[in-house]
């Protein structure tokens, strides 16, 4: 061998000796890679599970629960002409361009007589007492033909109505039934915003579903509800969950769903539940009496802000500014003028105007209490008897009171306390509808108050008569009504 091939060799050697030399150092890196990623995964999994176990299991819940919550149908005949406007909730606009056009190209039948066209719809409730007392939303059995209750078992019950309260949108079912499952009512002042919750329901007619989600905010006010402290979630809610229960992790429940905020018309992560402290006293009244008794302060408020807030002396806003007193009322007698800021009713803060409805309406009929207010920067206290808040449908009717009824309406004239309370300066109070008569059709309701007839105030029920026989037969007039202290134009037809 040469010398020169020694060379090479001992090169080669060298070489792959270097190699080896530095190939068993790799492994070394790579375990100190590894001794720090273990413990990151260790930890890592250890907070994941961790996490894990916090997040709440609503298997068992749901199965308890979901035997006392119950499918509501609701059959309905409507009288309907050919003009899509006077279906009910129906705007053509809203429709996708498609089914516009097929609509617009259905043919007019201008002399057709008005047909009856079945409809249903779908809600939720949930079981009050075995007896069969049963929990839903007013505004599911609204001007409802027939109600059908469906167990999760199967079973299925005619229901009728025991009472509605379209202030609180509550309503109250009977089934003839015996040993039913019902449901555990809950503390809903307890609740705390971020807690889980839980909803079963029927949304869109599919039976018991239930959606999880956690309370949003509490004590909501929404504009068409004054006496309800919403409660709001984020919990997967659409049309048909309404009147169903929500739940607590307890199994308790703390509210009904009623309402959602919507663009599209299905859920957008804003839905609002009625406090069940709210649907408690409310369901319970109209079970044992018909109809809710609520207090009355008889004050008009608005909220406060920063600059009125300074005006009045306030270091923050706060409080509800009184601007007007209703004569008579008890706000009045007790000696509330237009300025207070009421910053405490009965020993609960008045944070904004939104919070005194609830509270002077969940107040006992003849209590007196005490209200905190500030007057010319300086803070006082007056005491309040709250008197009821009489809704026309609880104005009581005599028949001495009663006239021959006009269009199937029988008139009642109004005092002078009871337009006080009603809140109209003039009007003529409706005792009572006939069926199938012209006022029923025109969809005049008792309890409804007719301030104008064809544009012409109406103050007695003598001048509404003249009014009425002044109009050709087959004329149509619109009739302003009051009706839950909102106006309400409708068409009304003479008959030939």
């Not at 803060?349 to 409805?357: E, F, N, R, Y």
């Amino acid at each position: 061998m040469t010398r020169s091939n020694k060379a090479l060799r001992n090169t080669s050697s060298s070489s792959h000796i270097a190699t080896r030399s530095s190939r068993t150092l790799r492994p070394f890196r790579h375990i100190n890679f590894i001794s720090w990623l273990l413990p990151a995964l260790v930890f890592f999994g250890l907070v994941t599970k961790t996490y894990a176990i916090d997040l709440p299991d609503f298997k068992g819940l749901v199965n308890q629960q979901g035997s006392a919550v119950v499918k509501v149908t609701v059959s309905a005949t409507l009288s309907s002409e050919n003009d899509p406007d006077s279906l009910p909730n129906f705007n053509e606009e809203d429709l996708p361009e498609f089914f516009q056009r097929f609509f617009e190209d259905l043919p007019d039948s201008p002399g057709a007589a008005p047909r009856p066209i079945p409809s249903a719809g779908f809600g939720s409730g949930f079981v009050l007492t075995e007896d069969g007392y049963v929990i839903t939303n007013a505004h599911v059995v609204a001007n409802a033909a027939g109600i059908t209750v469906g167990l999760p078992d199967g079973r299925e019950f005619d229901a009728e109505i025991v009472g509605t309260d379209d202030r609180t949108d509550v309503a109250v079912l009977k089934v003839k039934a015996k040993g039913l499952p019902v449901l555990e009512l809950g503390d809903s002042d307890a609740l705390k915003v971020g807690q889980w919750v839980l909803a079963i329901g029927s949304p869109f007619g599919f039976e018991y579903t239930a959606t999880q989600g956690i309370v949003s905010a509490l004590s909501r006010s929404l504009p068409s509800e004054n006496y309800v402290p919403f409660i709001q979630t984020d919990v997967a809610v659409n049309p048909g969950n309404s009147g169903g229960p929500l739940f607590d992790l307890d199994g308790k429940v703390v509210g009904v769903n009623s309402q959602i905020f919507s663009r599209s018309g299905g859920y957008m992560g804003l839905s609002f539940a009625i406090p069940i402290n709210v649907v408690r006293s409310v369901a319970f009244q109209l079970r044992d009496q018909g109809y809710v008794s609520r207090g009355w302060l008889g004050v008009v408020i608005q909220d406060i802000n920063r600059p009125l807030a300074q005006s009045f002396g306030l270091d923050r806003p706060a409080g509800a500014l009184i601007a007007n007193v209703t004569d008579g009322s008890p706000a009045a007698d007790a000696g509330l003028i237009v300025g207070d800021v009421i910053l405490e009713f009965n020993g609960n803060v008045i944070g904004q105007s939104s919070d005194l409805p609830p509270l002077v309406g969940s107040t006992p009929v003849g209590d007196t209490v005490t209200v905190e207010l500030l007057r010319n920067k300086e803070r006082m206290s007056l005491d309040v008897t709250v008197r009821e808040l009489l809704e026309p449908s609880n104005v009581s009717i005599t028949e001495s009171e009663s006239e021959t009824p006009l269009l199937g309406m029988t008139l009642v004239p109004l005092t002078d306390e009871q337009k006080q309370t009603l809140q109209v300066d003039n009007g003529v109070l409706i005792g009572a509808v006939a069926d199938g008569s012209t006022a029923a059709l025109a969809g005049i309701v008792k309890g409804d108050i007719v301030v104008s007839f064809n544009q012409v105030s109406v103050v007695t029920a003598m001048q509404l008569r003249k009014l009425v026989e002044g109009i050709e037969e087959g004329q149509t007039v619109a009739v302003l009504i009051q009706r839950q202290k909102k106006p309400v134009f409708i068409a009304l037809t003479l008959p030939e």
